[in-house]
């Protein structure tokens, strides 16, 4: 089987499953990370909830499994290679197989059977390859949570930029994760052109309020955008 088609195939592990990786996934961000988390009071009690996350290195799930600590079904890229050293994370814990450039019937039905069944959606709103910056939103996230009426809970994560080097070094890497306050969620008009716009619009607030999680220097396309300021004022740690 290609790595393509492996992808493709993959579904998210029963939550028992998952619930018991996230044992795991917290002994290894312990044991080879210094690893801060702040704001997990922000963490909604009960679900359904969409988690929106900045997307720079290909490890980015294991903390973020590690910062909520609860099963989480993510929404990763199945029209993307992935090096073989890095298919074991997907392949134990499960995803939900997504197209980046158009949202398939099939990744939307098992999105909706999460939320539908009070699970955490993990999804990373920029949907294409690592970056160092923070890019704009494709429409995923904002069509899932108008469509479920799911609000989003925003997660920015710093410092696991050249985390292989760091760790063959033997440094441990100091990285930050900081939980926001969840928004939403959000209605759609009928009106294609209304909806289109609306939907631009609420990609670029969540990733405002992602870039209002991390250094200055990683908001990318959203540096000195006004909404990260008036974002940080209802912040909470």
């Not at 969409?50 to 294991?62: A, E, K, M, Q």
């Not at 959000?186 to 209304?194: T, V």
């Amino acid at each position: 089987m290609s790595n393509k088609n492996l992808i493709e195939s993959l579904h998210p592990r029963p939550a028992f499953v998952r619930y018991i990786l996230g044992y795991l996934a917290m002994f290894i961000v312990s044991m080879l990370t210094k690893t801060k988390v702040r704001g997990r009071k922000n963490i909604p009690k009960k679900g359904p909830f969409i988690i929106t996350i900045n997307h720079f290195s290909y490890v980015d799930p294991v903390f973020v499994i590690h910062a909520i600590r609860r099963p989480i079904s993510f929404l990763a890229a199945s029209d993307q290679k992935i090096e073989w050293h890095f298919l074991w994370a997907p392949f134990i814990y499960g995803f939900i197989p997504t197209n980046r450039k158009v949202l398939a019937p099939s990744t939307i039905k098992h999105a909706k059977r999460a939320l539908k069944e009070d699970e955490i959606l993990g999804v990373f709103p920029e949907g294409t390859s690592t970056s160092s910056q923070l890019r704009r939103a494709k429409n995923g996230a904002a069509y899932l949570s108008a469509l479920t009426e799911s609000r989003m809970l925003p997660i920015g994560i710093s410092g696991l930029e050249n985390v292989w080097g760091k760790l063959f070094r033997g440094t441990k890497p100091k990285v930050t994760i900081r939980i926001g306050k969840p928004f939403g969620p959000f209605s759609l008009p009928k009106n294609r052109k209304e909806r289109e716009n609306h939907l631009k619009e609420i990609g670029d607030e969540a990733m405002c309020r992602i870039a209002a999680l991390l250094p200055r220097e990683q908001h990318g396309v959203f540096k000195s955008n006004p909404k990260i300021i008036q974002v940080c004022d209802n912040f909470d740690f």
